[in-house]
């Protein structure tokens, strides 16, 4: 899964994602997060219902902030 924000600041801002409002940080693979050419992005891999939560990319420079959120779903695996 992943989610992206896109954002122009200068000076150039801090962006920094949060889950159910505890900061994320990239970890063993399965969360990375990247800044690059105005989009901030965060990809979790192997998706579980254990991540589900709201969502929120702040960024943030000596002008101002902003910030998005998202709530995210995840529903487990059902046999067919």
């Known amino acids: 899964m992943s989610l992206f ?3 122009i600041g200068y000076p150039q801002p801090t962006v ?3 889950k159910n409002g505890q ?3 990239p970890r063993d ?3 990375i997060i990247s800044w690059e050419l105005n989009r901030a992005s965060l ?3 192997n ?3 254990k991540d589900a939560g709201r969502y929120t ?3 943030v420079n000596t002008v101002g902030s902003a910030s998005s959120t998202a709530d995210v779903v995840v529903k487990s695996k059902t046999a067919l």
């Open 5 to 7: 924000v896109f954002s």
């Open 16 to 18: 920094t994602w949060h």
């Open 23 to 25: 900061e994320l940080s």
């Open 29 to 31: 693979g399965s969360v």
């Open 43 to 45: 990809e979790l891999r």
């Open 47 to 49: 998706v579980a219902v």
């Open 57 to 59: 990319c702040k960024v």
